[in-house]
């Protein structure tokens, strides 16, 4: 399996003498460097032991751009009983600012699935920001000042990890706006995400039940 990013490339088998191989015919088509074992790929730190492999991002320069590096720290993303909207005669902020914290969200939602929701939410208000919309970017930049260290571990020969499985789960109605509901779903294997997504629904849901249909049916495909 290879995977190749503008000049960045990575790849991964079962077969020593196949890398050996694929380096070789490599080196000699293209102006290549062999730099070992994958360390670093596109800002995401790897490291691989006998436990099993564990990937990380470096938040803390997000923080320090922001100025939020000494932040006092929350556990939670958001205040459960908050609920964003559009609101034209609220308090706009610096639209630019709101932007480049967003961009940054979706930069460490690269291995850090627990951001999903909150970057799904707070970007559909990117046309006009208000002080309500930055206090949520804010308190999420705050929870990542508590979680710095948090990644992804994929551990190595756990038997009862080795199935692949699957979650689902909608927000009915989540967005006040337009009454749509937001969906998402997450696959794990040796006990980390592999893949996940969570956006809004295409249509809007007029029951809790038809809401966690979708979410199942887009989970399932």
């Known amino acids: 399996m290879v995977s190749l990013y503008v000049d960045a490339l990575v790849f991964t088998g079962s077969n020593e003498e196949m890398f050996a191989e694929f380096k070789a015919l490599m080196k000699r088509e293209f102006d ?4 070992g074992k994958m360390k670093f790929f ?9 436990e099993g492999i564990y990937l990380s991002q470096n938040a803390l320069e997000i923080l320090e751009r922001f100025g939020l590096e000494n932040a006092n720290s929350v556990r939670n993303l958001m205040v ?17 600012q709101y932007k480049q914290m967003v961009c940054s969200f979706m930069y460490l939602s690269v291995n850090r699935s627990d951001l999903m929701f909150v970057v799904s939410l707070v970007s559909r208000y990117m046309e006009r920001p208000i002080s309500l919309h930055m206090q949520a970017i804010k308190r999420v930049l705050r929870n990542v000042k508590g979680s710095v260290d948090l990644g992804i571990c994929y551990k190595r020969g756990v038997a009862s990890d080795e ?3 699957a979650f689902s789960d909608s927000d009915y109605v989540g967005d006040q706006d337009d009454r749509r509901s937001t969906f998402g779903y997450v696959f794990m294997l040796n006990g980390g ?3 996940w997504s969570l956006k809004k629904q295409p ?3 007029l ?6 249909f979708i ?4 989970c399932a495909c």
């Open 32 to 35: 290549m460097t062999d730099l």
């Open 42 to 50: 596109l800002g995401v730190e790897v490291v691989q032991n006998d």
């Open 80 to 96: 459960p009983s908050i609920k964003l909207m559009k609101n034209e005669d609220g308090k706009q902020v610096d639209m630019t």
């Open 163 to 165: 199935m692949l499985m």
């Open 193 to 195: 995400a592999v893949g």
């Open 203 to 205: 249509v809007v849901s």
């Open 207 to 212: 029951s809790t039940i038809e809401a966690e």
């Open 215 to 218: 979410s199942a049916a887009h």
